[in-house]
């Protein structure tokens, strides 16, 4: 079993910045893609970026130039820096590991709120 615990969100105005961390507790070498996913109130969880085992990256439309992701495998730590943050980026962010053998991890989310 693998934990993920994320850290670093919390209140911002907008065109602040924050960087969220995501801590694995085993190798993310056996992680396939690693990526970010949010939850706003009344809304569906979405993709925010995605960061495969090559490190190529993919970042939804609203997020693109402002959201940057990361991985470090070598100490199991997968980050999203946020600069120019906006009130709609207000979200629980979530981080999300898939293996090669398509197991899913999720975990627990850090609060993001932009407000002024």
């Known amino acids: 079993q693998v934990q993920l615990v994320e850290s670093g969100g919390g209140l911002v105005q907008p065109g602040g910045s924050l960087r969220l961390s995501c801590a694995a507790s085993?190798?993310?070498?056996?992680?396939?893609?690693m990526g970010w996913y949010r939850q706003a109130p009344g809304k569906q969880r979405e993709l925010v970026a995605v960061?495969?085992?090559?490190?190529?990256?993919n970042y939804a439309d609203s997020v693109k130039g402002r959201f940057t992701i990361s991985r470090d495998n070598a100490y199991n730590m997968m980050y999203l820096q946020m600069v120019n943050l906006k009130p709609e980026d207000t979200a629980v962010y979530y981080c999300?590991?898939?293996?090669?053998?398509?197991?899913?991890?999720w975990g627990q989310g850090t609060q993001v709120t932009v407000s002024s």
């Open positions: 085993r190798s993310m070498f056996r992680f396939n893609s």
């Open positions: 960061i495969s085992s090559d490190r190529s990256t």
């Open positions: 999300k590991a898939e293996t090669r053998a398509a197991e899913l991890f």
